[in-house]
């Protein structure tokens, strides 16, 4: 089973600033198969990132990803208040489809 | 507009059955993979069970196989998880999801219904 690690659990950042979101992976798991996903309060979670960088429908360009193998980030340019929720990674390669324990990006 | 709207949660005790449905509008059903995940209170999200929109291949967590079954009705749009012998661990808000792609494998999860909760408690 691939395990996939979230770092930092909480971020702490103002509107406007930039945010760098980890998600490390216990082995490879078929590269390219890494998603992101936003969810706030009392919401149903969002895709923002599939394929490991292709943004979904509607998802401002503020949101991006990169990595390979067992490493990969989501960055967010430049804050918006909108933008404070939880976010998971996903891993769709290998059985079972696991999602890491997620980053909470709280306003400071 | 995809949406996806499921129905069938419910208070049930530990040890009893529970059918879960989940109504597809907006694109063609049979041409994607569906999946059910759940978020247990204050939790984080775990995938529980899929079925591949080209050959019906079903798939499950370890947490629920055996107990659980994934099933879908082309012909009304509709995706089922048959719950059985659960447990309070089963505890969440069940969402149904649309993958990316016809084969489970390789399809990132892109559209997300509502939710309905299932409560397992004495």
């Known amino acids: 089973e691939v395990v996939l690690t979230q770092s930092p659990g909480t971020l702490s950042l103002s509107p406007g600033e930039r945010a760098a979101l980890s998600c490390r992976a216990s082995?490879?798991?078929?590269?390219?198969?890494l998603a992101w996903y936003q969810q706030k309060p009392g919401q149903v979670p969002r895709l923002l990132i599939y394929g490991v960088s292709s943004r979904a429908t509607g998802i401002p360009d503020r949101f991006s990803g990169s990595g390979s193998g067992t490493d990969f980030t989501l960055t967010i340019s430049r804050l918006e208040p909108e933008d404070f929720a939880v976010y998971y990674c996903q891993q769709y390669g290998r059985s079972p489809p696991n999602f890491g324990g997620g980053t909470k990006v709280e306003i400071k | 507009e995809v949406q996806l709207l499921e129905s069938g949660g419910n208070l049930v005790q530990p040890g009893e059955s529970l059918r879960l449905s989940c109504t597809a509008s907006?694109?063609?059903?049979?041409?994607?993979?569906m999946t059910w995940v759940r978020q247990a209170p204050g939790k984080g999200l775990e995938w529980v069970s899929a079925i591949s929109g080209s050959d019906g291949g079903t798939y499950y967590a370890d947490s629920v196989q055996g107990r659980f079954t994934i099933s879908r009705d082309t012909s009304k749009n509709t995706l089922f998880l048959q719950m059985n012998s659960l447990r309070a661990e089963d505890t969440a808000v069940y969402y149904c999801v649309k993958c990316h792609s016809v084969t489970f494998w390789g399809g990132a999860f892109d559209i997300w219904g509502q939710g309905t909760m299932v409560t397992v408690s004495s």
């Open positions: 907006g694109f063609t059903f049979s041409n994607y993979a």
């Open positions: 082995q490879n798991f078929g590269s390219s198969n």
